[in-house]
């Protein structure tokens, strides 16, 4: 076995040897022809060049349209810091301070700023700094916050600001290009791109922020401490996400960012400047934590997708609908339903009121339902002021 492995070590030498051998003969012959007649070499480079250059001509032609992503989005874009006393009732010699970004967006005829609650948590509105595109610093009006989202709206009365455009986060898929715009360390005005990277990310552990309900974008466009708050937009220049959180060993990006879906942020910042608070939908089902590949093969299931109920509320919308213990929920208004916290980010969505079709496993065949969902009792997670 030995002289085996030595003789296949010697051939592969040799034939590296004969390999540099031939490069070499090669490069002689090329310097003495260049050398016979050297204007070729100038005009092979010539050539060269204006190869390049149409080259970069189509590669300027692709990255204006980064430029003008940048361009049309850096004024909805904002910087805000965040001071407060340490502790209320004494001098202000120990200060709290928090920064943060934010989005400018229209609702209602009206302006507002989007950002993540965590920025703004605890701040009053005269804690509050925004400071434009243009450098100009103004204070908020009032302030909403949803603390089960970390969504956080601020009303901005001043002139001459500029709305983001709202994108389609549903529409999203993996590999998108996208941008991440906002402060990174103080640092206004920065820039990140990179792609999508996934959707569907739940159940992180953001224990700071208190959020419940999670359905993040995955995005390796670089997201650091400050970059909070402001938006993720796509190559149309529209918001699709809000930048929340990283996965970070260090505290520094790693190549694993999260924002919230731009439709689940808009969702729950109209129900805030309408109505104070954010009214979200009642099935009444307890899904089964557990649930997984065993237990779908065991009811028959093809494939292990779904939310299996484990209890249901006496009197609820599930109980009306003739939902039953051991239904596996495939299907709510029409969106194929992952897994027990993606049934309930799909519930707190939608309109209260609402009769929904719904689609469960049972008995080893689809069965179609319908149930009209109810109000959830209301919870605020701050009060406007």
């Known amino acids: 076995m030995a002289r085996k492995r030595r003789f296949v070590f010697a051939g592969a030498g040799l034939i590296v040897g004969l390999a540099i051998a031939m490069l070499l003969h090669f490069a002689m012959a090329e310097s003495a022809a260049r050398d016979a007649n050297p204007d070729s070499e100038f005009a092979d480079r010539d050539a060269q060049y204006a190869a390049l250059n149409r080259e970069v001509d189509q590669f300027d032609r692709q990255s204006n349209i980064l430029k003008t992503v940048i361009k049309l989005t850096g004024p909805t874009v904002v910087?805000?810091?965040?001071e407060r006393a340490e502790t209320p009732g004494r001098p202000r010699r120990a200060q709290v301070e928090e920064a943060g970004s934010g989005a400018i967006v229209e609702v209602n005829g009206k302006n507002y700023v989007l950002t993540n609650r965590h920025v703004i948590k605890n701040h009053r509105t005269t804690d509050i700094k925004i400071r434009l595109s243009d450098n100009r610093v103004i204070s908020p009006q009032r302030i909403w916050s949803d603390e089960a989202t970390d969504i956080a709206v601020m009303l901005v009365t001043d002139e001459a600001l500029v709305a983001s455009r709202i994108g389609d986060s549903d529409r999203i898929e993996i590999g998108d290009a996208v941008l991440a715009l906002g402060s990174p360390f103080g640092?206004?005005?920065?820039?990140?791109?990179?792609?999508?990277s996934a959707k569907g990310r739940r159940e992180q552990k953001l224990v700071e922020t208190g959020m419940r309900l999670q359905d993040f974008l995955q995005t390796d466009a670089a997201i650091n401490p400050g970059n909070s708050g402001g938006p993720l937009v796509n190559l149309r220049g529209e918001i699709v996400g809000v930048n929340t959180a990283i996965l970070s060993n260090s505290g520094g990006f790693e190549g694993v960012g999260f924002s919230i879906p731009i439709n689940m942020a808009m969702h729950v910042v109209r129900h805030l400047v309408d109505h104070d608070i954010v009214v979200r939908a009642f099935l009444g089902v307890q899904y089964d934590t557990e649930f997984g590949p065993t237990m779908a093969a065991k009811l028959g299931l093809p494939r292990p997708y779904g939310a299996r109920i484990e209890s249901i509320t006496a009197g609820g919308p599930a109980e009306l609908a003739k939902l039953q213990v051991n239904d596996v929920i495939l299907s709510f208004d029409g969106i194929r339903i992952d897994d027990g916290?993606?049934?309930?980010n799909i519930v707190s969505m939608t309109d209260v009121d609402k009769e929904v079709p719904v689609v469960v496993w049972r008995d080893g065949r689809q069965v179609n339902l319908t149930a009209k969902v109810t109000p959830r009792k209301p919870q605020t997670a701050s009060v406007p002021r």
């Open 79 to 82: 910087h805000i810091d965040a």
């Open 187 to 196: 640092l206004s005005r920065s820039v990140t791109t990179g792609i999508i």
């Open 341 to 344: 916290p993606h049934l309930v």
